[in-house]
């Protein structure tokens, strides 16, 4: 785990394991089971991912802005993604769509082979690559780039998370998965995103409705 020294923030690490385990206690509750999934949320510092102004409502169960409009999931949503990526297994090649503070790029990274992860906002991913280097994950790949275009050149992937929401189920993804590939993604206009899941079996699409979620749209281009 990162050490907090040196980071004014070494009080909030070192008194939040109780605060942590009541986390894990509500997600489980709600239902998350893979206790892969659950000691990645309980051990990847997420205080670390924001604003030191908000460190201290890091291990409460919801989203907070980071800056750019953007946010970090609350924990549930992130270990619902992650267990529906991860199901069944280890997926080796996995692309990440909106790389974000990188929270979800630190919770999936040691449950899959190699993860790739795209985002658009330069600032955000200077700051996620920075973090997910300290905390020694050397298995990810950083790409600054319009996610909604994904990455052809390296697919296909054995699945495709996406952490913004397009209105429609986004083709351009879905063509970069491997056949038994699955893509988990929330899909829809504010306030009536449903969280899918599409496992690709051939040219047909299998899908499962994992829920309704509130994510910032998926944008285009690059800044």
């Given at each position: 785990?990162?050490q907090?020294?040196g980071?004014?923030r070494s009080?909030?690490?070192m008194?939040?394991?109780?605060?942590?385990?009541?986390?894990?206690?509500?997600?489980?509750?709600?239902g998350?089971?893979?206790?892969?999934?659950?000691?990645?949320?309980?051990?990847?510092?997420?205080?670390?991912f924001?604003d030191?102004a908000?460190?201290?409502?890091?291990?409460?169960d919801?989203?907070?802005?980071?800056?750019?409009?953007?946010?970090?999931?609350?924990?549930?949503?992130?270990?619902?993604?992650?267990?529906?990526?991860?199901?069944?297994?280890?997926?080796?090649?996995?692309l990440?769509?909106?790389?974000?503070?990188?929270?979800?790029t630190?919770?999936?990274?040691?449950l899959?082979?190699?993860?790739?992860?795209i985002?658009?906002?330069?600032?955000?991913?200077?700051?996620?690559?920075?973090?997910?280097?300290?905390?020694g994950?050397?298995?990810?790949?950083?790409?600054h780039?319009?996610?909604?275009?994904?990455?052809?050149?390296?697919?296909?992937?054995?699945?495709?998370?996406?952490a913004?929401?397009?209105h429609?189920?986004?083709?351009?993804?879905?063509?970069?998965?491997?056949?038994?590939g699955?893509?988990?993604?929330?899909?829809?206009?504010?306030?009536?995103?449903?969280?899918?899941?599409?496992?690709?079996?051939?040219?047909?699409?299998?899908?499962?409705?994992?829920?309704?979620?509130?994510?910032?749209?998926?944008?285009g281009?690059?800044?």
């Open positions: 785990m990162m907090d020294s980071s004014g009080g909030i690490g008194t939040s394991a109780r605060t942590r385990e009541r986390l894990i206690q509500r997600l489980t509750e709600q998350i089971r893979d206790p892969r999934v659950l000691d990645r949320i309980r051990n990847v510092p997420r205080h670390l924001m030191e908000l460190a201290s409502r890091a291990y409460e919801t989203a907070l802005p980071i800056g750019f409009g953007q946010t970090i999931s609350q924990p549930y949503v992130v270990a619902r993604m992650t267990e529906a990526v991860t199901v069944g297994g280890t997926p080796e090649k996995v990440e769509v909106g790389t974000g503070c990188g929270y979800q630190a919770v999936l990274a040691p899959v082979g190699k993860l790739y992860s985002e658009r906002i330069a600032p955000l991913l200077d700051k996620a690559r920075q973090r997910v280097r300290e905390l994950l050397k298995n990810v790949r950083f790409k780039a319009d996610g909604a275009d994904g990455w052809k050149s390296l697919a296909p992937f054995d699945a495709i998370l996406v913004a929401a397009p429609a189920v986004p083709m351009k993804l879905l063509e970069q998965l491997k056949d038994g699955r893509l988990v993604a929330p899909i829809g206009p504010d306030g009536q995103q449903e969280l899918l899941r599409l496992t690709r079996r051939g040219d047909q699409y299998i899908r499962e409705r994992l829920g309704f979620v509130s994510f910032v749209p998926l944008v281009g690059i800044s």
